[in-house]
């Protein structure tokens, strides 16, 4: 790959927060029963990026440690989040958070696991959580091809990433049953759908660390394959990216 996982969004931050999905807010619900979260509980949410979940989490009432490597999307998770007096942005990585041992009552990671070196994390994880602690990891997975556009946007990809093959999720649930290893986690899955203009398309696509970027040799074609899709698939000026939210929680 040619970046390094925690450098890969530097030059997307502004794409990936206007057009990146969020998450369900019954994610929130999923774990207030099933893992008895509570606003009391204290949570490090690893590479939190830009604040997607982190913002969930903080409207419920908990305080927060933002574990983010990356000094762009950081500061732009400390300036979208800047009314929340209960967020701590800390420069960390999943591997090493800088946190206190037992210090968390929840470890979350949201739409960044598979970028981790999965044992240090996993031992980090558990280093800083209190007992019976919990770890959440979920993932917003784009559908490839329960539409003909998305069919298509799959293919787009395929011909034009840079690396887009050697970074999907393909790999997801054995990497993370592999993960919480020898314990279980437990696995549940919500519906998300976010619709755009072609605008909203090309952002989407931009905010990819594997689309090419203005002035690499693949930049003009695949802008033109994707005006191509749009305007065979858009409805009334629009199209419909569908997703699977996956939630992964267990003890550690």
Known sequence: MSKSPTTRFSDRVENYVRYRPGYPAEVLGLLQRECGLQPSHIVADVASGT???TRLLLDHGNPVFGIEPNAEMREMGLHLLDRYDRLVMVAGTAEE???????VDF???????????????????????????????????RRT???????????????????????????????????????????????????????????????????????HPSYGPMMAELRRIFDVHAREG???????????????
């Open 51 to 53: 604040g997607a979940f």
């Open 97 to 103: 958070t800088t946190l206190r041992s037992a210090s």
């Open 107 to 141: 470890v979350t990671a949201a739409q960044a696991a598979h970028w981790f070196d999965l044992p240090r994390a996993r031992a980090e994880f558990a280093r800083i959580l209190r007992t019976e602690g919990w770890c959440v990891l979920l993932w917003n997975e």
């Open 145 to 215: 091809a329960s539409t003909p556009f998305l069919q298509e946007y799959e293919q787009l990809l395929l011909t034009y990433g840079t690396d887009y093959k050697e970074v999907r999720h393909e790999r997801t649930t054995a990497m993370i049953h592999e993960f919480f290893a020898p314990m279980r986690c437990e696995e549940r899955g919500f519906e998300l759908v976010q619709e755009f203009d072609y605008e909203g398309v090309a952002g989407r696509l931009l905010s990819s660390s594997y689309a090419p970027l203005e002035g």
């Open 238 to 252: 629009k199209v419909k990216f569908e997703y699977n939210t996956r939630v992964f929680y267990g003890h550690l």
